[in-house]
């Protein structure tokens, strides 16, 4: 017994070994980019390309984000209603405040607060991968153009401040017609340096915003679903508005 947990143990570490060795060679330093009138010139032409004035005049948005987060958001009033699991928080997007339930029971003190910085880091995350092109002008953006072999040239955006991860960049590739491809991250939850995500499976919503709805990051295929966007509710799917209970009519 004693020499087949032997034998297992050094299985397993000659594995996290491995792992750690492939992590160490698929990792990839910041490129370095340089800013400038050019690089504002390629981030414009990548936000006219999927319509980012059509995103900025959408008031009602609606979307599924993998792991059970439904979201409805009022971008004019500033609010955002996070559902997952049993728990629900009307959220203010300007920083994490707002109410929380937990089935439908109103949260108060250290739970309420909890649920509240959740719901703000889900919603920082989540809205992001709906539609990171239209913060790349964001405050604290940084934005730098990337020479690449061949010619080709790429965004390189890093955010000094904002969201729950600051200090985060993204090498974006475009499309000829300047839609985005994909990305590279550099993130903080990520150890490793470079990796990529698709930008594909685009849908038009009913402003003419356009919005990526599948991520392919080689090992994980991330879907965004039920994705919907208008000017009222009804275009969205809604009947009621969802944030009377903070004494807030549409």
């Known amino acids: 017994m004693r020499k087949t947990l032997k034998i297992i143990g050094i299985v397993f570490a ?35 390309a999927v319509n980012v004035e059509a995103w900025n005049n959408t008031r009602f948005v609606r979307w599924s984000f993998p792991g059970g987060h439904d979201y409805v958001w009022d971008k004019q009033a500033g609010l955002v209603q996070v559902k997952w699991g049993s728990k629900e928080v009307l959220l203010r997007t ?23 910085q959740e719901a703000w880091a889900y919603f920082c995350n989540d809205s992001f991968w709906l539609n990171a ?8 953006t940084q934005r730098a153009l990337v020479d ?30 300047g839609k985005p491809e994909r990305y590279e991250m550099w993130v903080s939850i990520i150890p490793i340096g470079g990796l990529d995500a698709t930008w594909e499976n685009w849908t038009t919503l009913s402003t003419g915003a356009q919005i990526a709805t599948t991520h392919n990051l080689g090992i994980y295929e991330m879907k965004l679903t039920n994705v919907k966007g208008g000017h009222s509710l009804d275009q969205i799917g809604l009947e009621y508005y969802p944030f009377e209970a903070l004494g807030i009519r549409q």
């Open 148 to 177: 690449l072999e061949g010619g080709e040239k790429a965004l390189l955006v890093t955010y000094e401040s904002g969201g729950v991860t600051p200090g985060d960049a993204y090498l974006w590739h475009l499309g000829a017609d």
């Open 94 to 116: 300007d920083g994490p405040n707002g109410k929380a339930w937990d089935s439908e029971q109103l949260l108060k003190g250290e739970a309420a607060e909890a649920a509240v």
């Open 14 to 48: 000659a594995l996290v070994l491995l792992a750690l060795g492939a992590a160490w060679l698929a990792n990839e330093p910041i490129p370095e980019g340089t800013p400038g009138a050019k690089a504002d010139e390629l981030a414009r032409e990548m936000q006219q």
């Open 133 to 140: 092109p239209a913060k790349v002008f964001d405050p604290g």
